[in-house]
């Protein structure tokens, strides 16, 4: 099966930048897609195909994928910026959608 | 406004049976896939079945399939998990979700369903 890794967790000053990884085999050759989820609430998808923003979703968040790996970046990092990250591909071979283990991205 | 609400969680004994629906609202459901997406206590988010346009193709996660059945109903506008000899790794929000090519672009509240004797 498709393995997605994600470090657990990420860690960034207001202000700053923040890079939260996707890492698996020729991932680079996927549509990658990026979720964001607070606590009590329900995922929101904040990057689709990559690099694409959806509707709504601030130019801050922005994605990257070459190679083994895709990149989540948060620019000008807020404190509502803090949740969880998800990165998800569709894995063709198995026909399952799969996702990353997850990222905590805290505010400091 | 496009939305997503799901129903039917609950308190289940392990080996039982519970089913799960989901009724969509503002947008066109039947041009639509539609999956189906947990989150247990202290884990991630993950993939656990979905159903194409007219339910005649559907994808299960291995560890569910032969367990799980989804279906959907485009004339109720609605969206179902039948879920048989419920395990207590199946405990968990279960979220109702909207397919836009491979992604998920929208998302209900979710339901929880909790396996435990």
């Known amino acids: 099966s498709y393995v997605l890794t994600q470090p657990p967790s990420v860690s960034v000053a207001p202000g700053q930048t923040a890079r939260i990884t996707c890492g698996a085999n020729n991932i680079g050759s996927k549509g990658v897609h990026w979720y964001q989820q607070k606590p009590g609430q329900a995922p929101v998808l904040v990057v689709y195909?990559?690099?694409d923003r959806p509707s709504g979703i601030p130019e801050r968040f922005s994605g990257s994928n070459s190679g083994n790996t895709a990149t989540l970046t948060i620019s000008r990092v807020e404190a509502g910026d803090e949740a969880d990250y998800y990165c998800q591909v569709w894995d063709s071979s198995s026909d399952h959608w799969v996702f990353g283990g997850g990222t905590k991205l805290t505010v400091l | 406004e496009a939305q997503l609400v799901e129903s039917g969680g609950g308190l289940v004994q392990p080996g039982g049976s519970l089913g799960l629906s989901c009724a969509a609202s503002g947008f066109t459901f039947n041009v639509y896939w539609m999956a189906w997406v947990r989150r247990a206590p202290g884990k991630g988010l993950e993939w656990v079945a979905n159903?194409?346009?007219?339910?005649?193709?559907?994808y299960y996660l291995d560890s569910v399939k032969g367990r799980f059945t989804t279906s959907r109903d485009n004339g109720a506008i609605s969206l179902h998990l039948q879920m048989n000899r419920l395990r207590a790794e199946d405990s968990a929000v279960y979220y109702c979700?909207?397919?836009?090519?491979?992604?998920?672009?929208?998302w209900g509240q979710g339901t929880m369903v909790t396996v435990s004797s």
């Open positions: 979700a909207r397919h836009s090519g491979s992604a998920f672009d929208l």
């Open positions: 195909d990559d690099d």
């Open positions: 159903i194409n346009q007219d339910g005649t193709e559907k």
